[in-house]
């Protein structure tokens, strides 16, 4: 299995712990030393923070039954013990406040091979920001292109 197969079979494992919200599985391949630039604030999250099983749980559990996740346009470039990938991320599902959230957002995760096994060293999800002067994000954006 290539370097490549091997960071897809664990992105695949990541986004499906996601949907089930299954928290401990969804942290269990970030590294020990994970810095997250991620959609909700701060800015950046550290180690012990993104590392924390109870955060995440915190966050799915204000969504009702499974998320919905599908990457799309996926890239995956690895050399050596160092890889990075980037796709863009459709969630949409059901939330306990009786709304419904559907996006796509921008995904990025830089990685290195770790006692031989492929860790999440840094993450970045992002939204395009309007440029209309409002600082609002854009997040009802659907891709239209696919990512070459």
């Known amino acids: 299995m290539t370097a490549e197969d091997e960071i897809r079979r664990m992105l695949d494992h990541r986004r499906a712990a996601i949907s089930a919200k299954a928290a401990d599985a969804s942290i269990e391949h970030y590294a020990q030393d994970v810095i997250l630039f991620d959609l ?5 999250q550290s180690s012990s923070d993104a590392k924390d099983p109870a955060q995440a749980q915190q966050w799915f559990d204000t969504w009702d039954g499974a998320i919905a996740t599908e990457i799309t346009d996926l890239v ?6 160092t890889a990075f990938a980037f796709g863009l991320l459709h969630m949409s ?3 306990t406040d009786s709304s419904q959230s559907e996006f796509w957002f921008r995904t990025t995760v830089c990685l290195e091979r770790r006692n ?4 999440i060293v840094h993450e970045h999800n992002s939204f395009p920001m309007l440029m209309d ?3 609002k994000a854009a997040t009802d ?3 239209d292109t696919p990512i070459d």
Do not use: F, H, T, Y
């Open 76 to 81: 995956v470039k690895a050399e050596g013990d």
């Open 133 to 135: 002067g409002s600082g």
């Open 116 to 119: 031989g096994q492929w860790r």
């Open 141 to 143: 954006l659907q891709p």
């Open 40 to 44: 909700a604030p701060p800015l950046a």
């Open 93 to 95: 599902g059901n939330r």
